[in-house]
């Protein structure tokens, strides 16, 4: 079985007990951001290596990193190919600075978007503004609704009904 596979059976187990599962997720993002802090001191560094060689290296099991890989996988310049990923598979963390950071926020993980480290990448001002663009990326606005009085939008100067309205 894929790593991938592996790693969701057990991080999504609709069977486990809530406290075990609720351990296994906070140890886990203990961990996670004790990796993130580690790239982001280098972050023009494209780290390398074997799913079991950057276990080793960041001092975290296979399944830990199989996670995180999942994880940063959207934010990398190349994508990992996660699904048929082994011990052995070679990966990267190439990360894109500002789509890590918008993915991120998209998730609600303020431990993550919020490390110190940040700040040596980006101003106050910037993550505010990254912050922003992702959060009016997901916010969903709908056309003002025209009405048979309204003026047409067509800027005929007639009534809706009497223009673009009529044919419906």
Do not use: H, R
Not at 23 to 32: A, D, T
Not at 73 to 81: E, F
Not at 94 to 99: H, I, M, V, Y
């Amino acid at each position: 079985m894929a790593l991938l596979a592996t790693w969701q059976k057990i991080a999504y187990d609709q069977q486990a007990d809530k406290n075990q599962l609720q351990k296994f997720w906070s140890e886990y993002f203990l961990q996670e951001k004790e990796i993130y802090a580690e790239l982001l001191k280098n972050p023009d560094e494209v780290v390398t290596g074997t799913v079991k060689e950057l276990a080793e290296k960041y001092n975290v099991s296979i399944m830990t990193m199989t996670g995180f890989l999942d994880g940063i996988n959207d934010s990398l310049v190349k994508a990992n190919p996660i699904e048929e990923m082994e011990e052995d598979t070679v990966v990267n963390l190439g990360f894109d600075k500002a789509l890590l950071y918008k993915n991120m926020v998209a998730a609600e993980a303020d431990w993550l978007y919020g490390l110190e480290e940040w700040n040596a990448i980006y101003s106050e001002e910037d993550k505010k503004n990254l912050y922003k663009e992702q959060k009016s990326s997901t916010t969903v606005v709908k056309a003002a609704k025209v009405y048979p009085n309204d003026p047409c939008p067509c800027g005929s100067g007639k009534k809706y009904k009497k223009c673009c309205g009529k044919n419906k």
